[in-house]
């Protein structure tokens, strides 16, 4: 769907929406022949989908991973092979940095250097919060530009930072200085197009040059004597999920990569106060009248998938099923529970499987769906959308859709 | 998917794949109310739908009708909208004839003229291999350029033969010469496009001097006294196969018109020793360890659809099923089993009903399917999707793909 036509068919009522997206949530059967979904005991989620209309979402395409940058612009209504978000700047959305368009992030990971000039500890020893963001302090006192071009930096967690360059047009197409072992030397940062622009090879040089000189001014440091980048790219704004979809949209998510991606479509983040739960819903709850479109993350279901840890999820699921009357009393329009993509506990890792979805609004074609998993769905009514679908479907239940055409 | 995009994310790692094309293998229901598939006994593929995931492939777009090349080229994970593949350059690529980009190359019928100029046979009376190789050969030896163009001759099987032109470039869109019934006359090929270009016109008048040139040649001739041309397409190089995914690919087909869809892509294609089922399976044994993907292409379930033959075609697979456990041995870490279209009995031809698919191994997301066929699939968790979503599908479940984005 193009994005200016759906804006355009975009129109304002009093309706509240709400999108759980509980990370990694779908799954493959494990040795009981159930997904964590299906062995889960969530009778509100059950509930849930005997009120709506469920099927999946395929994040990019048939087969294709996404990460979670991806995965959550798709969400959004946002295509995610046109809006390429890097790492570097997801990553620094997440904190209370404020880009401009054009500006280079990259990654920072402070390391320890070994005498011989090998990378000892890529973590630098996972240094706390404090001794992040006083190295990162004093850096910036000492490296304010390289060559002409400002040089900022964020603390983002422990030993992780971000490094962004301002003020000139580069080329965020560069390798990393990682070379994700210890033992190995750092590398050079290079372009990776075959044929560079003078703007990637810039960008390469002013990289190069910002960690030789930090080299220097951390070489009294013990364990953070060192940095390495990775993850470089150009910000460039997303159109504003706000005025696409002419609401006041707001994010609660506990992680600062969700946050961040949040921020970058132009949604209202909450910066704090979010640890838990029970600390998300109480959140909901107190911005309810401020907000007309809600993001609502969860983030356990995917750490335990990624940990392989079945029991670990299906209790992260069952522990969101009994916080999930705190959402459903708020009585939203509509409201979908869904995920960014799969996160199997058999894979350890994000998957290509079809995300399960679930919308519940009073004109949801209600299907024949009993309970919330991967199997029933199958016999849902949503069948299998891209998930750039889910955005005009939502707004489509919240009756915010005017008609195509006369 | 963007076949560019596709092959950044593809990696290499030791995984097998094989993808079955049972030719034609969708059908509709016949007088006792079940397909072909449903009809037959195949206890094998029966316990792969209840391993994989299962669902249908549209081979072009809902309602289209795909000729074998569009179908496998769409399997490949082409476009098959955008890789066209006419009949001359599909039949010869099956032969060892070794195609230039930019050549263009039509079909050759042997025909019997009739002296009245009418077309007395247009199978120049089914003349054998021996005959055939004679007449291109004689053909050969006596025109071997037309104007300052090159021409190639090639046998294909008994009275069809292909010809190729070299050396300038050439339009192909171009109308058969081939009146299609006998007692007509021989058509003049001319350029399609109602406004054709310069290279249209100078390969219609290449091809009709070609046409009298043999004309002159083949007058000694009993049976083979002319031939008519039909297919003119020209050849340009798909982007190849093993690059594209990063792994030696094998093709085992005993027919010439899938060898050479195979070895248009770039795969390694067996030449000989596989006329029946049992030589196909003792070849992908014998050629295990060479190949990391091999297609697997199975014919007579379409020609037995082509005949009508309902009880035929599920001879062809109940007798592939018993065969299956030939592949299933090899322990392949991705099983397929698919067609490139539909060819219902019912219909005696192509179809554009979608195409049963299923995909085992162990990272599938196994449905409630327990039986291989049309009805049951429809509960199959892969739902509906293009045929270039199945190489993407294979290359995930193989996990042989990267995650997109951060």
Known sequence: MDLELLSELATVNDSKVVLVVLDGVGGLAGPEGRTSLEAARTPNLDDLARRGV???????APGITPGSGPAHIGLFGYDPLRYMIGRG???TA?????????DLASRLNFATLAKDGTIAD???GRIPDEEGKRIV???SAKIKKIDSVELLLQHVKEYRAAAIFRGEKLDGRLSDSDPQRTGKKPLEVAPVEDEPGPEAVRAAKLANEFIARAKGVLSDEEKANFLMMRGFDVYEPLPDFCELYKWRA????TY???KGVAKLAGMRVIEQGQATLEEETDLLEANWNAADFVFFHVKKTDSKGEDGDLPGKIEVLEHFDELLPHITDLKPDVLCITGDHSTPCLMKSHSFHPVPLCIVSACARVDACESFGETAFLQGGLGRVHSTDVMPLLLAHARRLKKYGA
Chains 1, 2 share one sequence.
């Not at 469920?54 to 990019?60: K, S």
């Open 54 to 60: 469920c099927g999946f979402h395929d994040p990019v």
């Open 89 to 91: 700047v997801l990553d």
């Open 94 to 102: 997440g904190t209370p940095f404020e880009f401009a368009p054009g």
């Open 122 to 124: 890529r973590r630098a």
């Open 137 to 139: 302090e004093k850096l």
């Open 250 to 253: 707001l994010a609660i998510a």
């Open 256 to 258: 600062p990569m969700y």
